[in-house]
């Protein structure tokens, strides 16, 4: 007996807005497969008004009310059973995130969650992580976002440390993280790494995805230090026009790639590691297996 049904994750984060649609496909005897159907990408960068302005602007909050007009269309056309939309960062920090959640609902018909950054933690924490995790090996996992990134140190396959930190690519780029949150990053990484023999970093978002890409590495194979370090030195021989024309970087990539870089590299070097996984996954990935799985509530289409 074979059933298809279709979920879909809606990721409202400081960079971009996606809506990813996935079919799960169950089988008797079979273990339940998640395939990805569609993956829709708008980088709306809402941070960029919240981190300096602390609120969402007129312009933002239309192209907002538009995407999520066209996210329900598409949800409706793809004939989705279940949708959870989970806002980050941005829409948690914005004065006017309430009424930004509160105008989509009426409009739109979008019921968004603004979730906290442990809860972030813990929707990632749903996805495939565990299938990239030896049990015999430690590894620090990071998570970059566009207004914050999550470390979770992995040990024996159980989670001994998590962390949320507001420091994100378009908060550095807009040049308004503090010294002491670097200080206070540094200290978190090295003393909860210390003691472990050899440690790996598992990355995750959309920047990293981008880098192993073009390396031509294949699948679950990592990145090196050196290769990392390499890339990033080399991002800064480049203008930003550069990036985007020899590079062929997309425009809201070319600039967050660089500030993203050092975020695994200030990581891989305060832990000690030499290497960087990169899995394929994020919060929209545990979305979908979070509303699978009935770990987190979510809304009948």
């Known amino acids: 007996m074979l059933s298809i049904k279709k ?12 809506l990813l649609i ?28 919240v981190f300096l302005n602390g609120e969402i602007s007129k312009e933002n909050k239309k192209r907002m009310l538009d995407t999520m007009t066209a996210f329900k269309l598409l949800m409706k056309s793809h004939k989705i059973v279940k949708y959870k939309a989970c806002a980050t960062s941005a829409m948690r920090e914005a004065d006017n995130g ?52 999550e470390f979770s140190v992995f040990h024996h396959g159980k989670t001994v440390a998590s962390k949320s930190f507001k420091i994100g690519t378009v908060r550095l780029l807009n040049d308004i993280v503090k010294k002491e949150i670097w200080l206070e990053l540094e200290d978190w ?70 500030p993203a870089t050092r975020i695994y590299l200030s990581a891989m070097k305060w832990s000690g590691a030499k290497d960087i996984y990169v899995p394929k996954i994020g919060l929209s990935d545990g979305i979908i297996k979070s509303v699978y799985y009935g770990t987190v509530s979510s809304v009948n289409l």
């Open 7 to 18: 979920y879909a994750a809606i990721d409202i984060g400081s960079n971009a807005v996606r």
């Open 22 to 49: 996935s079919s799960i496909v169950e089988q008797k005897g079979q273990p339940v497969k998640f395939k990805k159907t569609s993956l829709v990408r708008v980088p709306i960068r809402l941070g960029a008004d």
């Open 98 to 149: 309430k009424d930004m959640v509160k105008l989509i609902s009426e409009n739109a018909k979008i019921d968004i969650d603004i979730i906290n950054g442990e809860e972030e933690a813990a929707i990632i924490a749903a996805t495939d992580l565990h299938s990239y995790i030896k049990e015999d090996k430690t590894y620090l996992y990071v998570d970059v976002g566009g207004g914050s990134t």
């Open 189 to 258: 990484i090295k003393t909860n790494t210390k003691g472990y023999d050899t440690l790996d970093l598992i990355g995750s978002g959309g920047n990293i995805n981008k880098i192993f890409k073009i390396s031509g590495k294949s699948m679950g194979k990592p990145l090196t230090y050196f290769y990392l370090t390499s890339y990033y030195n080399k991002l800064q021989t480049y203008s930003y026009e550069e990036r985007i024309t020899e590079l062929e970087l997309n425009q809201d990539r070319a600039d967050v790639i660089i």
